[in-house]
């Protein structure tokens, strides 16, 4: 049989069982592959965090892939153009996970606490938010100019509703029981906003025992009874020098290191020249390796302790694997993201690999923005807060050109100052088994399982 | 004896509906030419009576099918080619309601054509001639014209099609059956005939969506009340003529802990109490029913309950309130039925628990307010039925849907298994078993079933989402037994 066909073969036994279908059964469980959390603290700084802390957190807004925006913590929302307020009332007798009220104040604190986060987003969304007040069941935020569109900014898969209690949660689902190494199940919240969702549970699973029913994985890794979808994302992996004092020889060793530990893994990570996309970015980075000899030579008089961002632990096997069978004594150490900015202002660490999920539709300049905020760290100067102040002039210039050539000029800083070099893409598909259906994908490329049911329930 | 039943029944669609911005909520009573359903009936003992008429039958069908083949033929290489009927004229000897009939019959075969859009434009059918809703013919592509005559011992059916893009007849086909004396008696039935008939769609209104019940009881002043329950409000109507006229809403408030659900349902009570009106009002989007007593023109709430009532019944000479209580936030109930003593609205006591199955839809019947039965549709879409004492009855083979009503302990109305397209079933249960006597099409999903009274007529009120509800709307309908 041709496997090409297997979906369609699939699906006829699927619409027969749909139409027999009267009530939407309640219950079941699916299981998801994805890197095991640390702590149950909001993190998405990687795809399987983002898809993890959505299962958990509710957002304030939901962008679909359309293009339409929802929500289901508010009743309504509209903006004030006299007052130049975006007015969202809350719908009434909401509960987090524990049956502890949700009100406008967790609202307005929830917002407050994204917009203190080290973020593009919150800080794009911080340049037009002049105040942010609580009225009985309506938050109200004051902006500083017109800005019907702030919506959008709203949509940011960062900004969800926090409760006080870390034990409580907003999103359809909430932690029931986490077995480390292994899987977390979630149980649904029966006080959802959205509606308390068909399934009864979702298991995360860790390892590779069994077949999940959903994962992620690379395109086009054809599978039976799974459907893939376009997560619409990429991640990038870069390597990136927290310290001043790295020496250039090191940073090149490093670098030649982990060219050549892709290289010997049969080119398993999509090479990446370029601080966004190759196939976006005006300008390709070319840093040139050295010889192998030479690079054991500085890394062995070097003493390197390599920290790797746990979103990247599926790097762990196969690096520490090369670094044996090279004989090279390298360190390397997994630190959860969250940690990672406590560390920045020590010495600790100077060589970390950091990850970065990007939307493909995104705008290349919305990107090389975000790379510069989020990934200079404690680099972040006055250069590149003047840089991104003309990026942001050129944009409303409706000059490609200009666009283009700011852009250029802002990774060719990056790249000479030397403090994130980046190394591979990761591309990502969602696979989801036939035999569940209603399974949305949003603009984020998150799957949302609130109407996720089985077929034949 | 139920596949005959329910072909006998197929009920044209009804009038409809409109809310309108005065918050009426407006109904069209179907014409006279749509409340067939006796002849049908009639039809079908005839055919039962006399084998022989189903033979005859045939050559009217045959004719039909022969016109609705050349139909099927004319728009094969066309797609979504929007045709109606606009021209019926009857030179023959059948009687009127005979071509209403044959219309029926013609138009349910092109409705089948995939190729064509048909509407159904006929408003009445009198003297010989179908009196039509032209207003809507600027909106077709293609119209149907129909003449019957009479050659000789035949009838012959002309059809002509006509381009209203061409202006012009582009095909016309005309054909013949030799119809026996049965199949014109058949046919030439009159609707008087007999009274004894099943029930029909009586009106159909455009409601707001997640209406979960509909209750009745007689007003102050006499006129009834129709009370709508939405999940934050009760909306209070009253009759005048087809309409429903808004009166009065009463906002509800539920307290914590609150369930947000995906799909609403509720029950709704309202009885007489000591010549007060008390109201209950309970859903799956919260643990407890509310109690509400009017008082003054003013809704207090007396009493929160820990399930959802759905009848008050006497036990051994002592009222009770009967309920169940559903899985919170789901669709469906919890395996307990409840008794709770009822001697004063602001008392909450003494419950009894009774175990059942876990279900989808539950209903209790009575007789004289004494328990006759308890009606479930389980979790595996199977109806059960329990005795008064809680002896379990043979579960039914067949799937049932997921929405049922008993009416008095008369009659009980359960959804289709299906999706999409469904149907209700209308069941006699005096006898104390399931006797299927009638059926009819639903226009999308059954949300709920509610047994009430609509303009002194008893029946069921029979919810719908239809398939691409739009503007937040969903469709109500009443079914009843017009004759009753």
Known sequence: ?457 | MKKVAQQSCEVPCGGIRALDSKFKICSKKPTNFRICYKALTWSLLMLLLFPVFVFCQSATEAMVQEAADHVRDFFKDKTASRVAVVQFENYSELTDLAMQKIYQLLTARLENDKNISVSDLLLNFANGRGDFNVSKVNELDYLLYLRFIQNKSKIGIGMMIFSRWQDKLVSIKYCEKNLGPGERELLNVRNFAFSEMGFSKLSEFATKKNLMDVQSTPGADGQTQYFFYYPDEIVIYTAREDRLEKQTATKLNWSRPLYPVLHYHGKLLLFLFNHELIMTVGGNFSSNAQMLTLRDNVWLETAKIGFVPFKKLIFNGNSYLVGASYDEGKNFFTDKIYFMPFSDPAVVSGIIERKAFPAYAIDFSTQEDQLQGIHLIDRNYRYRLLTADFNETAPEPEPKGASLSAGDGQWLAISDYSRQTDRIFFYDIKAGGLRPVYSGKIPGEIQFISAGVWQNTKGFWVGCQLPHDQDDQSVLQFWGKRNE
């Open chain 1, 1 to 457: 049989m041709n496997r090409q066909k297997l979906p369609a073969v699939f699906a006829l036994p699927l619409v027969v069982l749909f139409i027999f279908a009267i009530k939407p059964h309640y219950g079941g469980e699916i299981s998801v592959k994805l890197n095991e959390p640390t702590t149950f603290t909001l993190n998405t700084a990687n795809y399987s965090n983002l898809i993890l802390y959505s299962l958990i957190y509710e957002n304030f807004f939901y962008l679909q892939k359309d293009g339409t925006i929802t929500t289901h913590v508010f009743e309504d929302y509209r903006f004030d153009a006299g007052s130049k307020t975006l007015i969202l009332t809350l719908k009434e007798n909401l509960s987090f996970s524990n049956g502890k009220p949700l009100s406008a104040k967790n609202i307005q604190q929830s917002l407050k606490m994204f917009l203190g986060a080290n973020l593009f987003a919150a800080s794009k969304l911080n340049k037009v938010i002049k105040n942010i007040r609580s009225v009985e069941n309506q938050i109200l935020v004051e902006l500083l100019t017109d800005k019907a569109d702030i919506l959008d900014l709203m949509t940011a898969p960062e900004l969800v509703v926090l409760a006080e209690n870390e034990q409580s949660f907003s999103g359809p689902f909430y932690p029931d029981e986490w077995e480390k190494n292994h899987h977390l199940t979630l149980k649904a919240n029966p006080f959802y906003a959205g509606g308390r969702t068909y399934l009864d549970a979702v298991k995360i699973v860790f390892t590779d025992e069994t077949l999940p029913d959903v994962f992620l994985s690379s395109p086009k890794s054809l599978r039976e009874n799974f459907q893939e979808f376009d997560s619409g994302i990429f991640q990038n992996i870069y390597l990136c020098f927290l310290q001043g004092d790295v020496g250039q020889n090191t940073k090149i060793a490093l670098y030649t290191l982990l060219k050549r530990f892709n290289e010997a893994s049969g080119f398993k990570y999509r090479e990446l020249n370029t601080l966004t996309s190759d196939e976006e970015s005006p300008v390709a980075i070319q840093i040139k390796t050295i010889t192998e000899r030479r690079m054991a030579s500085i890394l062995k008089s070097s003493d390197i302790k390599l920290y790797i961002l746990a979103s990247l632990s599926f790097l762990e096997k196969d690096l520490t694997a090369f670094l044996k069978k090279n004989n090279l004594k390298i360190e390397t150490l997994f630190i959860d993201d969250s940690q990672m900015m406590n560390f920045l202002n020590s010495t600790a660490i100077q060589y970390v690999l950091i990850d970065k999920i990007f939307q493909t539709k995104i705008p290349i300049e919305e990107k090389i923005s975000r790379i510069l905020k989020e990934s200079s760290f404690n680099q972040f100067n006055v250069k590149y807060l003047r840089m991104l102040g003309e990026l942001d002039e050129v944009k409303y210039s409706n000059s490609q050109e200009l666009l283009m050539e700011q852009i250029a000029r802002i990774s060719e800083a990056i790249i000479n100052d030397g403090f994130i070099f980046p190394l591979f893409q990761k591309q990502y598909s969602l696979y989801i088994r036939n035999v569940w259906q209603a399974v949305e994908v949003d603009y984020y490329g998150r799957p949302l399982f609130q109407k996720a049911r089985k077929a034949n329930d």
